[in-house]
C-alpha cells in the first residue's frame, strides 16, 4: 500500500476526511504534524488537508507556509513527489512557493458553499484527469478567488500549468481557474474538496477518480 | 522601538472587502467614492538602531507579512 504523507496543522478541519478518503481507498495515510521533520523517500505522496491552519490569521495559509516540516516539503516537491493541495492546501502551497499564484476573498463577498462542475484542462503522467470529461465537486471557502499577475497567468497556460477551471465560475477566479500544477507537474492543487466526493451517496464519486491518481 | 506596517491590496487587485464596505456606507447616504481595506500590524523591536530595526521590519514583511503578488506595504517608525 501506497504511504501518504497527511500534513496536519491547528485550525485545520478536513485532515481527518482526507485521512480516512485515502484509508477508503486502500492507501496507507500517515499523520504529519507541522513541527516534526520527516523524511520524503519514506512517502509516495503527500495531501496538504482544507479548513483553516492557523485561523486563516494574517493570509489564509501563511503561518502554516512557514512551520518547520516545510523544508521537507520543498524537498519532497524537488524529489518529484507527487503533493496535492487542496482548499487551504492550495493557499498553503502558494505561500510556501511551491505553487504559482495566490488566493484571494471571492469576488462576492461570500463564503460560498456549492457543488461545481470542474472541467480538466492540462495534466501530468501522475495528474491525468484528461480521459474525463468533467469532474463533480464541492466546493466550500470564502478566499479561492485565484489571481496572479498577467505575465505569471500568461506563463501558466504556455506552460500548461492550469489543471481544472470551473465551468461557472463560482468565485471570480481568473480565467476560471480551480486548480494548477507546478512546473515539474508534480505538485498540484484545487479549491474544491475531492475528499467530500467518494460515494454518490455524497452527491457524487468523481473525487475517487482524482484521489486515485497517486 | 514601535513600528507600524501598514498593508494594502494592489490597486490592480480586486478589493471585495473594500467595495462591500463601500456600498453599505453608500447606502447609509455617506458620501465618499472609494474604499480599501488593508491591515496595519504593530511590532515592538528591543533594539534603538533604527536602521538596524528598519531592515529586520522589512525582512519580516517581505518574508512573511506581505503577499508580493497582491499586497503593497509601507513601513513607519511609531511614537513609543
Known amino acids: ?214 | 522601538m514601535q513600528w507600524g506596517i501598514r498593508i494594502m491590496p494592489k490597486p490592480e487587485v480586486l478589493d471585495s472587502s473594500g467595495r462591500t464596505v463601500l456600498q453599505a456606507l453608500k447606502r447609509e447616504g455617506f458620501p465618499l467614492t472609494d474604499c480599501h481595506i488593508g491591515k496595519y500590524i504593530i511590532l515592538n523591536l528591543p533594539t534603538t538602531d533604527s536602521q538596524r530595526a528598519y531592515t529586520q521590519i522589512k525582512n519580516m514583511a517581505e518574508k512573511v507579512l506581505h503577499n508580493p503578488l497582491t499586497e503593497n506595504f509601507t513601513i513607519e517608525k511609531l511614537e513609543s
Open chain 1, 1 to 214: 500500500m501506497k504511504k501518504i504523507g497527511v500534513l496536519r496543522f491547528p485550525g485545520a478541519n478536513c485532515d481527518r476526511d482526507i485521512f480516512h478518503a485515502l484509508q477508503t481507498l486502500s492507501y496507507q495515510p500517515e499523520w504529519l504534524w507541522h513541527k516534526d521533520r520527516f523524511d520524503p523517500s519514506h512517502f509516495e505522496g503527500f495531501v496538504v488537508p482544507g479548513g483553516f491552519s492557523f485561523g486563516d490569521y494574517l493570509r489564509p495559509g501563511v503561518i502554516a507556509s512557514q512551520s518547520p516540516l516545510i523544508p521537507d516539503l520543498i524537498s519532497a516537491s524537488q524529489k518529484q513527489k507527487p503533493i496535492l493541495g487542496i482548499c487551504n492546501g492550495f493557499q498553503i502551497l502558494c505561500e510556501a512557493g511551491l505553487l504559482p499564484g495566490a488566493l484571494l476573498p471571492n469576488q462576492s463577498g461570500r463564503f460560498i458553499d456549492k457543488w461545481t462542475v470542474l472541467k480538466p484542462v492540462a495534466s501530468s503522467s501522475v495528474w491525468n484527469l484528461k480521459h474525463l470529461k468533467n469532474l463533480c465537486l464541492p466546493i466550500a471557502h470564502g478566499e479561492g478567488r485565484f489571481f496572479a499577475p498577467p505575465d505569471m497567468l500568461k506563463a501558466l497556460w504556455d506552460r500548461q500549468q492550469v489543471w481544472l477551471t470551473y465551468h461557472q465560475n463560482p468565485n471570480g477566479s481568473l480565467d476560471d481557474i480551480a486548480g494548477v500544477l507546478n512546473q515539474t507537474k508534480n505538485v498540484v492543487a484545487l479549491m474544491p474538496h475531492p475528499e467530500r466526493a467518494l460515494f454518490s451517496w455524497m452527491g457524487s464519486s468523481d473525487g475517487r477518480k482524482l484521489l486515485k491518481c497517486f
